[in-house]
């Protein structure tokens, strides 16, 4: 998993609750994202982060936060949970190779939302 | 919009039954198309980058070409251990750090 750790690996939580999701990463690499992926919509991109304390939103960013205060982690915050954010949660660290940055993923969060 | 396709959805076939799974694109200016694999469960696993139409990659059984307009993942003579959910993304051009993931192609290999 390219020295990337995700937890918990599992959380069932209640409606209206936060809920905060850890990425750890031992490559020391500048990017890392956070997906969900559910049935029918493949992979979609949450936030992003481009350094220490830079970040950016993705495609379904509603509803989420993130923080970046060192290298090695990122944290994904639902501010207050709901049904519809049930998902598989992935963070991924970036790796810039010529022109492109390869993405290596972690083995994901599963989270139900009662 | 810059949308990801791939096809079929879903592909069974018999062990060393090769083929191919298809990945069509609509970004100008690709910086990177990317090939993974997905096992239930887990998150996907980088196999391929391709960086210009005409270049190819192999690993393995599996090998993986571009064109301007779509990718193909070839499978050669496969077997159960090849089944999986293969996921194709690309890179837009410089300035957007973002990728775009196609949905999949879920595979399956009878013994």
């Known amino acids: 998993d390219a020295g990337i750790t995700q937890s918990p690996r599992h959380k069932v939580t209640e409606t209206g609750t936060p809920v905060t999701l850890r990425c750890h990463q031992t490559?020391?690499?500048?990017?890392m994202y956070w997906y969900r992926q559910d049935p029918g919509h493949g992979l979609r991109l949450i936030h992003y982060?481009?350094?220490?304390?830079?970040?950016d939103k993705g495609e379904v960013s509603d509803g989420y936060s993130v923080s970046r205060s060192k290298t090695e982690d990122f944290l994904l915050t639902l501010e207050s949970a709901t049904s519809s954010q049930t998902s598989v949660y992935f963070c991924?660290?970036?790796?810039?190779?010529?022109?492109?940055?390869?993405?290596?993923f972690g083995p994901g969060t599963r989270l139900l939302v009662l | 919009e810059d949308q990801v396709t791939q096809s079929p959805e879903a592909l069974r076939l018999q062990e060393g039954e090769s083929s191919s799974l298809n990945c069509s694109y609509t970004?100008?200016?690709?910086?990177?198309l990317f090939w993974y694999r997905q096992d239930p469960g887990k998150g996907p696993e980088f196999l391929f980058t391709?960086?210009?139409a005409g270049e190819e990659k192999e690993k393995e059984r599996l090998k993986a070409t571009l064109t301007k307009k779509e990718s193909f993942l070839h499978i050669t003579a496969p077997k159960p251990e090849d089944s999986a959910t293969y996921l194709c993304?690309?890179?837009?051009?410089?300035?957007?750090?973002?990728?775009?993931f196609g949905k999949g192609t879920r595979l399956h290999i009878l013994p």
């Open positions: 490559e020391n690499h500048r990017y």
């Open positions: 970004v100008s200016g690709l910086r990177g």
């Open positions: 982060s481009y350094g220490v304390k830079d970040t």
């Open positions: 991924a660290i970036g790796s810039s190779r010529r022109r492109s940055e390869t993405q290596y």
């Open positions: 993304a690309v890179q837009p051009p410089m300035g957007d750090d973002k990728i775009i």
């Open positions: 391709l960086y210009s």
